[in-house]
C-alpha cells in the first residue's frame, strides 16, 4: 500500500502540489472535511450543499475548492457552514495531457482537477460533487474505520451493468450474482472479502461523485498519481477522473490494494431515475431511500425551472436551497450597475438572460422576485 499522509511530511522539493501545507495547519487539522468544489456555473450547488449540512448538524468542515482564476468571485459569493475549519480554497491545476473541456460532457469543468483529492494536506476527504443534494445527515462516510484508504459507490442505477476497463457490459455472472436482497438492508461500505461477485471477477466502475479517500504523502502522489496520469499512462474510458480512479483501483497498480470499501447505493442516486433506483435495491424501507441525490447532467436544478410542488426532486432542491440561491442571487444584482440588473419580469416578452458565469435558468429571477420571503433582500433593505 502507498504511504499515507503524515502531518510532518514536508513538501517536495518538486512536484505538483495541489494545496500548500501549511492550509491544513490554519485549519485546525481537522479529522475528515466534506470537499466540493468546480468552475462558477457550480456556485448554486456548492452553496445547496453548504446549506445542508449545515442544516442537517454535519460535526465536519466542509472546503469548497475553487478555480485559480475564480477566487475572488468565489470568496464574495460561496456561503460555507459555519463550521470553524470551513474554507473556500484555490488548488492548482493538475498537469492533465489533455484537454478535457472540449467535448460537451465536460463543459468548462476541469475533471481532472478532482485528481488533487488525492495529494491534498488532510488527513481525510469526502468529495461530493456540486450538482448533489444532500438530503439527511451523512457523517458517517466521514467516520468509515481509519484503515480504509478509500470507499465509493458503483456507477449504477440500482444494479450495476458496466464493467472495467472499457465500460463494456458486465458478463452475465455478474448481473445474476449481484444481490439486490443485500441493498435492501442498511450499512455504510462493504469490505472486499464482503462483495459478490468478487471485483476480480466483477470489476463494476465506479462513481466519484461521492468518494471518501485518505490522501497519500505528496511524494507517493507524485510518484504513483502525477507522473503515470500526466504523462498518458493511466488509461480511462471515458477521459476524465472517474475511469483514470477505476485503473487505479483495479489495473496493475491496485493502489488500494483489498483495503478498500463500497459504499452503499443510496449516497449516489441519480436523480433522473431516483424513484426507479430506490425500487430496485429496497429503498425507502430500511434504509430510508436516497442519502445523496445527484442531479447529474441536464438535470441539475438551478438550470431548470424552479418547482414548488412536493413530486419532483428538483421541486426538493428548490424548497430548501431556493432561498439560498436567491440570497446569492440578490449580492450578485447588487453589484450590477441598474442597466444591466438581469430580469425576465420587467414586461411582457421581454427576457433578459442571467449571466452566463453563473449558469442560472432565467426564471430563478422571476421566482426570486416573487418570493415573499426574500422580497426585503432582493431590494436591498
Known sequence: MPQRL????????????????????QLGHPRCAWVTGGPR???AGMNCISRRLEVLGSRYPLLVMVEPEDEAFMRRNVRVNSHPSSAVLPWRRFPDPANRSVSWRYRSAHVMDKMNLFGMPFRRLVWIDADMFVRRNVDEI????????????????GKPTHCWPKRATCPGTCSRDYSLVRESKPYVGLRVPELMPPPQRCSYIIQSGVMMLQPLNLSA???????PVSHGLVSTYDSGDQGIISTLMYGKARLFGDAYMRLHPMYNVIARHAKHTEHKWGGGAAVSGAALLHFTRETRPWQQLPQMNNVTRIAEWTLQCGDVLCYSLAGHRRKSAPNTIPNTTAHA?????????IGLHPAWYGFCNASAGHRDTLSGR
Not at 6 to 25: I, K, N, Q, R, T
Not at 142 to 157: G, H, I, K
Open 142 to 157: 466521514c467516520e468509515l474505520p481509519d484503515d480504509v484508504p478509500f470507499a465509493s459507490t458503483l456507477d449504477a442505477e
Open 6 to 25: 503524515h502531518l510532518s511530511d514536508p513538501e517536495p522539493a518538486y512536484g505538483h502540489v495541489p494545496v500548500d501545507m501549511a492550509v491544513a495547519a
Open 41 to 43: 456555473e457550480y456556485l
Open 349 to 357: 416578452g421581454a427576457t433578459h438572460l442571467p449571466p452566463p458565469s
Open 221 to 227: 502522489f507524485n510518484e504513483l498519481i502525477v507522473q
